[in-house]
Every structure is written in C-alpha cells, then in structure tokens.
C-alpha cells in the first residue's frame, strides 16, 4: 500500500444550476442562476459539461450572489453557452498519499463527518501506483443523527 493514493468524493458531478451567459474560452468567472448559491461553497470543484465538451474548473475561490457570478481556479478551456449545466463535487478527502503500512483512521477520535443527504453517491477513489494487485479493505462507520 505504500505509495497508493486515496481520494474520497461527495456528490461527484451532481448538476445544480446552469450558466446565464456564454462562458468564453480562459474565463475563471462565470455567471450563474441563482439557485446555485444554496448548494455550492468556497472549495468545491465545479465542472462545466454541455454533452460535447467537459471542462473542470477546479475549487471555488469567490462567490458573488448579488452579481449572480463565481470565481473558479482554473480557467475554461472551452466556449459554453448559457444554459450549460453547472456541476458540483466535493472532495472529502484528495490524493491522500500513503506512506506507511499502520491502520489509517480518518476522522477517528469524536469527528464525525458531513450528513449526507438521501439518494447521494459518495465515491471513493483508491490508486494503486506499485503496480502488483492487493486487498484494499476499509470501514466505514454510520452514525445515526437521529
């Protein structure tokens, strides 16, 4: 398991608006509807797909509802027009690098993690960079908000 990753991911891709003007080729702003601002925060990934063309942007740096626009990290590669679905991800964990053969326990200790919300995917992401086959086993734990 040494030198592995493990990404873990919520929500990866879920749709949650659409664009209200063309986004140009190297744009880093972008103008969106305004039901966006109730699902999105600084530090999620936003990706920018109308069937034909798939850019992601990277985090959220900037949020402005007032001017209907967001500040993402990477600049747009492509040209989309308005109207182009808007998506989310959340990264839980990113390219967690393995460094040692122990038990990893993440969140251990009296953290608990985020409610996730009924019907939502949850996507874990193990990399394998030795080139030989393994097990990987992990556990994760419920906890009943109820």
Do not use: C, H
């Given at each position: ?24 080729a190297s ?8 039901g966006?601002?109730?699902y999105?925060?600084r530090?999620y ?20 509802s ?51 919300p009924?019907g939502?995917?949850?996507?874990v ?13 992990w ?5 009943n908000?109820?």
């Amino acid at each position: 398991m040494i030198g592995d990753e493990i990404t873990v991911m919520a929500v990866p891709e879920t749709t949650v608006g659409a664009l209200t003007a063309p986004a140009s080729a190297s744009d880093t702003v972008l103008n969106v509807d305004p039901g966006i601002f109730s699902y999105i925060q600084r530090g999620y990934v936003i990706t920018l797909d109308d069937g034909v063309n798939k850019d992601v942007l990277g985090r959220v740096t900037a949020m402005d509802s007032g001017a209907g626009t967001i500040t993402v990290k990477t600049p747009t590669t492509n040209a989309f027009a308005a109207g182009t679905p808007v998506k989310m991800s959340i990264y839980i964990l990113k390219d967690i690098y393995i460094a040692d053969t122990n038990v990893i326990e993440i969140g251990g200790k009296g953290m608990k993690g985020k409610n996730v919300p009924a019907g939502k995917i949850i996507r874990v992401y193990y990399t394998n960079n030795s080139g030989t086959a393994k097990t990987f086993r992990w556990r994760p734990e419920y906890y009943n908000n109820g």
